[in-house]
């Protein structure tokens, strides 16, 4: 069975040996530290291009890496949200 590098989840990824990066694909948001991953809640909205399935998983990811380093994502959360309803709006 071929995985492919979209359908990971972000407990999958140090199995896979694969960097981590919110949007794998382009390799944009890395997501190995603390500092980074308060970057990639900062510029998520801003990456541009991308499939509705990657923006999913790479938000995903985000939210499951701000758990690990224990960040607040309910602004975050809320602007996807309103992404999701095609009301993106700045928070």
Do not use: H, W
């Not at 308060?38 to 541009?48: G, L, P, Q, Y």
């Not at 790479?58 to 602004?75: G, H, P, R, S």
Request: charged content about 30%.
């Amino acid at each position: 069975m071929q995985i492919k590098l979209g359908d990971l989840f972000p407990e999958d990824l140090k199995k896979a040996n694969v960097p981590e990066f919110a949007f794998i694909i382009k390799k944009k948001l890395p997501l190995q530290s603390k500092r980074q991953v308060f970057s990639a809640i900062k510029d998520f909205f801003n990456i541009k291009n991308t499939s509705p399935e990657e923006t999913s998983q790479a938000f995903k990811k985000i939210l499951y890496k701000a758990d690990v380093y224990q960040i607040c994502t309910i602004a975050f959360s809320k602007r996807y949200e309103l992404l999701l309803q095609g009301q993106e709006t700045k928070i």
